[in-house]
């Protein structure tokens, strides 16, 4: 069985935007002032607000899937730096020093 793979790019748009349509959100897509683009999901819950249906989607999954308690504790941001950008880290405990 061979592996799928899907890159995030211009195809994956369109499917986003239909995934958010079969969560049941209400999408909408807006300009702010300075003319930057923002999609908007809203459902009788919740309100989600991203710059493409990409990011807005992912913003849905994360919150379906961590829950009402979705954002990360220092271990867990700690974890992530350390693991993807340990200089992050070593510039923090620089500036405590």
Known sequence: MSLESIT???NVEVPA???LQE???AI????LENGTEM???TSDA???SAPSPLELLGLCLMRQTRGPNWKADNNQINGYLSTYYPAALDESQDANS
């Open 8 to 10: 995030a790019a211009g």
């Open 17 to 19: 935007y239909l995934a």
């Open 23 to 25: 969560l049941g959100f």
């Open 28 to 31: 909408d897509r807006r300009f």
């Open 39 to 41: 999609w908007v999901a």
């Open 46 to 48: 919740f309100l989600f």
